[in-house]
T-cell receptor, first 112, second 116 residues
């Protein structure tokens, strides 16, 4: 029950923007969208999260559509170190507790 | 440095043996989680704990057990009842809060368990 759908893989040229899409058509009004990434054989690393508004931090930008059924993670200037699996996750709060549903993610290949 | 420690990084066991994976955090987080990851797959939730002496089954709890006797520690035992135990196991922690705001999970480096 991943709640999100992502393409299995994407390529991006080094120095260009990487735009990673995610569909979450069944998202509820109080469910947040989180993005994590996982470099091979390491623990996932938090990138960014949002509810309705677009968000930006030092790592990335998150664009959420007005109907909240999809979002896009943008890495503005991809580097080789950004090669990783990127997970779009819906955070569900049940009984005052946060649960994260991880799907299979998108393998981003940044190429020189 | 605050963080989550999992040890060992690689663990090998014979089939039929129970094995316990360690997870320690010094972030003062109330909530802790265990996930399992198979090759090319996402993470699946095994167990989670909101506070000391309390834990709940996740989506794939069969064949696993946990304890939460201390806030800092959340060990996972993979029992002989787990039919396919070879996997990458990840521990995470977070602030226990159902409200708004930044409540991301922090992950440990993982333990790769191989059972033969």
């Amino acid at each position: 029950d991943a709640k999100t759908t992502q393409p299995p893989s994407m390529d991006c040229a080094e120095g260009r923007a990487a735009n990673l899409p995610c569909n979450h058509s069944t998202i509820s009004g109080n469910e947040y969208v989180y993005w994590y990434r996982q470099i091979h054989s390491q623990g996932p690393q938090y990138i960014i999260h949002g509810l309705k508004n677009n968000e930006t931090n030092e790592m990335a930008s998150l664009i959420i559509t007005e109907d909240r059924k999809s979002s896009t993670l943008i890495l503005p200037h991809a580097t080789l170190r950004d090669t990783a699996v990127y997970y779009c996750i819906v955070r569900v709060t049940e009984y005052n507790f946060n649960k994260f549903y991880f799907g299979s993610g998108t393998k981003l290949n940044v190429k020189p | 440095d605050g963080g989550i420690t999992q040890s060992p990084k690689y663990l090998f066991r014979k089939e039929g043996q129970n094995v316990t994976l360690s997870c320690e955090q010094n972030l003062n987080h109330d909530a802790m989680y265990w996930y399992r990851q198979d090759p090319g797959q996402g993470l699946r939730l095994i167990y989670y704990s909101q506070i000391v002496n309390d834990f709940q089954k996740g989506d794939i709890a069969e064949g696993y057990s946990v304890s939460r006797e201390k806030k800092e520690s959340f060990p996972l035992t993979v029992t002989s009842a787990q039919k396919n135990p070879t996997a990458f196991y990840l521990c995470a922690s977070s602030i226990r809060d159902g409200g708004t705001g930044l409540r991301e999970q922090y992950f440990g480096p993982g333990t790769r368990l191989t059972v033969t």
